[in-house]
C-alpha cells in the first residue's frame, strides 16, 4: 500500500468504512518498512507483533469514529518513553530500558487507540543533527542513501519520506524536528514551549525541550498536535490554554491574503547556501503571489544563538544526565572495585562521545567562578534573543526563512567537526530559545535534495504558522514529490 497517495483522515475514512482494516494496514504498513528498511534504517525497536496484535483488538472492537487515529499506525522517536517497550534514546547505557510508564503523549494516543510501529533512531539523547550520535546505526537519507536524514529525528523523518509510516513523534530542543524535516521533505512542527506535555519525554535541555510531529502533510500535522496538546498535571511547564482543533480551520477558504510576513536578514545572510537562499526566495515570492506582504526585518542576535544554545542546553543536560548513573537505570559496568567505580565505569562505558562533550560542557559552564562568564551571559543573551522576536512579532504575524543553511549532506562530512555541526543549528536554535512554535514545510529542492521553509509563529499561535502552510502546500507540488526508493509501493 502506498501512503504517498493518502493522509490521516482518508485512512481514518477508510477504516471507519470497513474499506480497510487495521489488520490490513498495519500488514501493509510492516510490509512497507520492510521493504526500505535495509535501506533507510530509521527504525531502532520493531514493535511487529504486538502491534499486529492491537490491530487485531481495535478490528474486534470496531473503530470509533472520534478517534482519529484508531487503528493507524505510527512511529515514535526512542526518547520518548514507551510502556514495556525498549526506549534507548539511542544510547547504550539505556540498551536495556523497559520502562513501566507511558509517556503522557504516548498516553493519549493511546486513548485514541493508536498503533505503535515502532521506536525510531536518534541523535544520542537527542544530541546531534545527523543521527551519526546513535550508539546503533546511522538513518539513511531517502532521497539520496550516502546523505544523512538530519537529526536529532533523523530516523522520524526518514521514515516519514520514505512512505513507512504517515507520521512520526519527534522532539525539538534546537531544531531537531525542523532540520530533518527540511532534510526529508516533509513537515515539522514544534509546537510553543508549553503546547505538549513533556513527561516521559527522556530530558535533555529542559527548558527548550518539546514534542512534535513529522508528517507528510501539513493537514495531518495539525490534526495530530491537537491530539497531543494541553495540560497535564505530571508537566508544570504545560500550558493550561484550550487546544484549539487546529485541522478543522484548513479548507479551500484558508487564505493568506493580507499575512505580514517578517524575512530577517540573517537568515538569508552569510554562511546559507545560495541554493537554499534561491528557494527560499521563491518560496516568499510565492506567498506575495497569494497575497502576504513580506518585509525584510532583523533579529540582530541571531549570530549569538548557537553559542549561548550550546551553554544553556549541555548545563541543563548536564544535570538531567546525572540520573544515569548505573544503579538506577540501564547497563551497569561490571569490572568494578567500589561504588565509584559503577558511577564513572558505567558512564564512560556507556555514554558517547558527544554526550560526555556535552556533560563536561554543561558542568563546566556551571561551575562556580566560571557560572557568571557562561551560563549567566548565555541567559542574558537568551532574553535578547527572544525580545528581538517580540519586536519583529509587534507588526509581523510570522517570520520566515530556511530551517537549515544547507541541505542533507553526505554521512561522514561533518562528524569529526562538532562546531561545524552545531552551526546547522543556526536559524533553529533562536526559537526553542525564545519558546516560540516553528515548523519545516517543503519548499522545493536544492543539489536535487529538499529545502525546508521554516515559520515561526507568536507564542500559542500555531494556527496562523498552519494556515499559512496549508496556503502554500494546496498552490505548490513540492510536498507531492517522493524519493525513489523502490520496494514502497
Ligand atoms: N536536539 C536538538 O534539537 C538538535 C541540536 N542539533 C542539538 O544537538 O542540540
Known amino acids: 500500500m502506498n501512503f504517498y497517495d493518502t493522509d490521516l483522515t482518508q485512512l481514518h475514512d477508510d477504516l471507519v468504512n470497513k474499506k480497510i482494516s487495521a489488520t490490513e494496514l498495519t500488514k501493509a504498513t510492516f510490509e512497507n518498512i520492510h521493504a526500505t528498511e535495509d535501506q533507510v534504517q530509521a527504525f531502532l525497536t520493531l514493535n511487529e507483533e504486538v502491534a499486529m496484535k492491537q490491530a487485531q483488538e481495535v478490528d474486534a472492537n470496531g473503530i470509533n469514529a472520534d478517534q482519529l487515529v484508531a487503528g493507524i499506525p505510527l512511529g515514535v522517536k526512542d526518547n520518548i518513553v514507551t510502556k514495556g517497550l525498549r526506549t534507548t534514546a539511542a544510547s547504550k547505557i539505556l540498551d536495556n530500558f523497559n520502562p513501566i510508564y507511558d509517556a503522557t503523549v504516548i498516553e493519549k494516543l493511546k486513548a485514541q487507540n493508536f498503533i505503535n510501529a515502532g521506536k525510531l533512531n536518534l541523535d544520542e539523547f537527542a544530541m546531534g543533527g545527523s543521527t551519526e550520535n546513535s550508539a546503533y546505526q546511522t538513518t539513511h537519507n531517502p532521497w539520496d542513501l550516502t546523505r544523512v536524514p538530519g537529526g536529532s529525528s533523523g530516523g522520524s523523518a526518514a521514515a516519514v519520506a520514505a512512505g513507512q509510516v504517515l507520521a512520526a513523534l519527534g522532539t525539538d530542543t534546537g531544531g531537531s524536528i525542523r532540520l530533518p524535516a527540511s532534510y526529508n521533505g516533509v513537515v515539522g512542527m514544534k509546537p510553543t514551549y508549553g503546547r505538549v506535555s513533556r ?81 527560499i526566495k521563491a518560496a516568499l515570492k510565492h506567498y506575495e503571489s497569494l497575497g502576504a506582504i513580506i518585509d525584510e526585518v532583523s533579529l540582530p542576535n541571531t549570530q549569538y544563538g548557537v553559542a549561548a544554545y550550546y551553554i544553556i542546553s549541555s548545563s541543563e543536560a548536564s544535570s538531567n544526565l546525572q540520573r544515569f548513573d548505573g544503579i538506577r537505570y540501564g547497563v551497569r559496568a561490571t569490572d568494578v572495585q567500589n561504588l565509584e567505580d559503577v558511577y564513572v565505569k558505567s558512564r564512560s562505558e556507556g555514554f558517547g562521545d558527544e554526550v560526555k562533550r556535552r556533560i563536561m560542557l554543561g558542568t563546566f559552564s556551571l561551575s562556580a567562578g566560571f557560572y557568571d562568564a557562561y551560563f549567566k551571559k548565555a541567559s ?75 515559520i515561526i509563529g507568536k507564542p500559542f499561535d500555531e494556527q496562523t504558522m498552519y494556515n499559512a502552510a496549508y496556503a502554500f502546500e494546496q498552490t505548490t507540488d513540492f510536498h507531492k514529490q517522493t524519493p525513489n526508493l523502490g520496494g514502497q509501493n
Do not use: C
Not at 221 to 239: C, F, Q
Not at 429 to 436: C, E, H, K, R
Open 199 to 279: 513527561w516521559g519525554i527522556i530530558a535533555f535541555g529542559s527548558s527548550l525541550d518539546q514534542v512534535g510531529w513529522l508528517t507528510q502533510s501539513v493537514k495531518d500535522n495539525a490534526l495530530l498536535t491537537s491530539l497531543i496538546s494541553g495540560h497535564d498535571e505530571h508537566d508544570l511547564t504545560s500550558s493550561t490554554r484550550e487546544v484549539p482543533n487546529f485541522a478543522s480551520q484548513l479548507n479551500d477558504d484558508t487564505s493568506v491574503k493580507g499575512l505580514r510576513i517578517a524575512v530577517p536578514k540573517e537568515y538569508l545572510g552569510e554562511g546559507v547556501d545560495e541554493g537554499v537562499k534561491e528557494t
Open 380 to 454: 542574558q543573551i537568551r532574553t535578547l534573543i527572544r525580545q528581538d522576536f517580540e519586536k519583529v512579532f509587534e507588526n509581523h504575524d510570522l517570520v520566515m526563512g530556511p530551517a537549515g543553511p544547507t541541505v542533507a549532506y553526505k554521512i561522514g562530512a561533518n562528524i569529526t567537526d562538532p562546531k561545524a555541526m552545531y552551526m546547522n543549528d543556526v536559524l533553529t536554535v533562536p526559537v526553542n530559545m525564545a519558546g516560540l512554535p516553528g515548523m519545516s514545510i517543503p519548499a522545493g529542492f536544492s543539489d536535487n535534495m529538499p529545502v525546508g521553509l521554516q
